[in-house]
């Protein structure tokens, strides 16, 4: 009895022990306690972070661009999801003081070469976008929708520039945001007298600022006034980046008081998203499930029961060997497959695959994996993939005896690499490539040697722990014996012939989840947040019933035509699910992306192909661990001499 007790404490430790690494840099967030409360004249100290592009999917970092510096550049302590994101957070010479509005301030004076040109334009060209972060709330540029005049919208981060015409001009020329026109929005707690900030915007101006003399640090702009409160707009005198140009970078900061508390300053970032189109999501899968639903209660309940029952009153072996269906494979239904050690490894990746994104979805819907902690949700997937391979290794290990399996430790080892090992090669493959660009998003040797490290130091030991556990216990016994010679086939039906039936069963499963795949790649691809894990829990539940049903359904059609070969199209038919999710990321990729760099293509393409890969192991497993259930149940259900 104490076991028990045991067992769970050690569970909750070992999951508040992920949750804490994860949030290395910032600690659970409790409504109404903020990390910083700021009186009036405490400094305000402005992070920058990469530069960022939907068009190339390369991150640099802000100081790849000859941007103003500060004396001494501290780059930020960054957990293992930042770091994998691309995120390079460095302080910056923007610093304000609380609730005291400036203009015109100057933050430094640069004269462009040849090179730093070029540098700027490439970005400008490629529509560059600068990040930055205070008191951890990313920057935005509000923007009112045309269709409703009372709705904003945010877009992380400013344009480094634009590219186009003014005043008659016949060329296109670039021009350069230097002039930030900050927003800080903050809540004044009336109890405490504390100000607490709760939003961080900025409008990004083009101005070619002039002054009398030589330039030095007290020099006065004739186009910023801070005494009449006036700026030379960027319509009216853009600057432009040419070789020789002079670039002088100035800021406003206005502070707004807000009504919004700190608690919810958030939502304006996570409640951008229209809650109908996913609720649209949810019935039409629903619908799809009922579907389903409803044809494997008629098997079950109907035809299955009647079967059952016919079979068990045949009373003399000429009334058996008339009838047909099911039961007549009863003797080759649980024969081992072809490949079956590979099984074993898929399906013992699969379950690992199906813990990690449970605990994870389990962990995001209670709140505990919160935006403000950037990088948190990747680095609790890659630790509990870590820890769930106790798991893969005893399934692998458990399946692996049921087939009369001996050696343990290479179904093991197996299942420790097979999947691992091809997501790591591609992994290595495509960072080269980011690297070869020099892109902050490249993962720095430390870190891919961090990943090794947890591969090889915790999930590898853990999968031989599990394999060593599982082929321990007693091998599964089947519910009927198996003849030694092998049935001949009958030959099937086109609609049952493997590679239609397999076909036809992704279709169900990816249609459960395309309306919701559509904001997952958007927030991957597009760069928004994405926050609405109730609705993902409930998709996630909604994909498993529906692989485990029409997997299920599909089963039984096939043993009713004979063939007994349903431990590969088992997989297969739930899995195939990810032809047709890399088939719609090809599509998501001309319709909605602009991307145009052949390696941008390449990153997009190889890193799809990974999550379809993902996608096929975990699919398939829920509707191999369904069927295998299915047949079981049936076959021992049934009288058989």
Not at 96 to 117: A, G, Y
Not at 217 to 227: A, G, I, K
Not at 390 to 399: C, D, E, I, K, V
Request: with cysteine; hydrophobic share 45%.
């Amino acid at each position: 009895m104490a076991r028990e007790p045991l067992a769970r404490d050690l569970c909750i430790s070992v999951c508040i022990c992920i949750l804490l690494i994860a949030h290395q840099s910032t600690c659970f967030y409790l409504p109404g306690v903020a990390p910083e409360d700021f009186w009036k004249g405490d400094p305000l100290r402005v992070k920058v972070n990469k530069l960022s592009s939907t068009k190339t999917q390369l991150p640099y970092s802000y100081y790849s661009l000859p941007y103003c510096r500060p004396k001494q550049i501290v780059d930020s302590a960054e957990n293992l999801g930042e770091v994998l994101r691309g995120d390079r957070i460095e302080n910056s010479p923007y610093v304000f003081k609380m609730r005291e509005p400036q203009l015109c301030n100057v933050v430094c004076r640069l004269v462009l070469d040849e090179q730093t040109s070029r540098e700027f334009k490439e970005k400008i060209d490629d529509e560059y976008r600068v990040n930055m972060i205070l008191d951890n709330l990313p920057l935005v540029v509000p923007i009112r929708r045309l269709d409703q005049e009372s709705s904003l919208v945010y877009l992380h981060g400013f344009l480094v520039g634009l590219k186009g015409q003014y005043s008659g001009m016949k060329e296109e020329k670039y021009f350069i945001h230097n002039h930030l026109a900050f927003v800080v929005k903050y809540h004044k707690d009336p109890e405490l007298q504390l100000s607490r900030i709760v939003g961080f915007e900025v409008q990004p101006f083009s101005v070619k600022h002039g002054y009398e003399g030589e330039w030095n640090e007290n020099s006065r702009l004739s186009t910023c006034d801070p005494h009449a409160r006036k700026l030379v707009t960027s319509s009216e005198s853009p600057q432009e980046v040419e070789d020789k140009k002079e670039i002088i970078f100035t800021y406003d900061v206005e502070f707004e008081a807000s009504d919004v508390k700190w608690a919810y300053r958030w939502d304006t970032y996570l409640l951008m998203a229209d809650d109908q189109i996913h609720w649209f999501s949810i019935v039409n899968s629903m619908m799809i499930v009922l579907f389903l639903s409803g044809m494997v209660a008629m098997i079950m309940l109907r035809t299955l029961y009647r079967d059952i029952s016919k079979y068990n009153q045949l009373e003399t072996q000429e009334e058996a060997q008339e009838e047909t269906g099911w039961k007549l494979v009863h003797g080759d239904v649980f024969r081992p497959p072809s490949n079956s050690d590979l099984l074993c490894m898929y399906v013992g990746t699969g379950v690992q695959f199906f813990g990690m994104i449970l605990v994870t979805m389990i962990f995001a819907a209670l709140g505990f994996l919160s935006p403000s902690n950037r990088g948190g949700l990747m680095t609790v997937m890659l630790l509990l993939w870590v820890f769930m391979g106790l798991f893969s290794g005893y399934t692998s290990a458990r399946l692996y005896k049921m087939f009369k399996g001996t050696e343990w430790k290479k179904i093991s080892l197996g299942t420790a690499f097979t999947f691992p090992a091809t997501a790591f090669a591609v992994f290595f493959v495509l960072n080269a490539l980011i690297w070869g660009q020099r892109s902050s998003g490249a993962v720095p040797f430390q870190t891919m040697f961090a990943i090794l490290l947890l591969w090889f130091g915790i999930s590898f030991p853990l999968v031989f722990v599990g394999g060593f556990l599982g082929f321990k216990k007693p091998a599964i016994e089947d519910p009927v014996k198996t003849n030694k010679i092998a049935r001949q086939i009958p030959e099937q039906a086109w609609y049952m012939n493997p590679v239609s039936s397999i076909l036809i069963g992704g279709i169900l499963p990816f249609g459960a989840v395309f309306i919701e795949l559509f904001f997952i790649l958007t927030s991957i691809w597009l760069h928004q947040f994405y926050y609405i894990f109730g609705f993902l829990f409930i998709v996630f539940v909604i994909l498993i019933i529906t692989c485990a049903e029409i997997t299920v359904v599909l089963c039984y059609f096939q043993l009713c035509s004979e063939d007994y070969n349903w431990w590969w199209r088992s997989y297969l038919t739930s899995g195939s699910s990810a032809l047709y999710l890399f088939l719609y990321a090809v599509f998501y990729f001309f319709t909605k992306l602009e991307i145009t760099k052949p390696i941008s293509g390449i990153l997009y393409f190889g890193y799809m192909l990974l999550l379809s890969y993902a996608f096929f192991v975990l699919t398939g497993t829920i509707g191999f661990c369904a069927c295998f259930w299915f047949t079981r149940l049936i076959y021992s259900s049934v009288k058989i001499d």
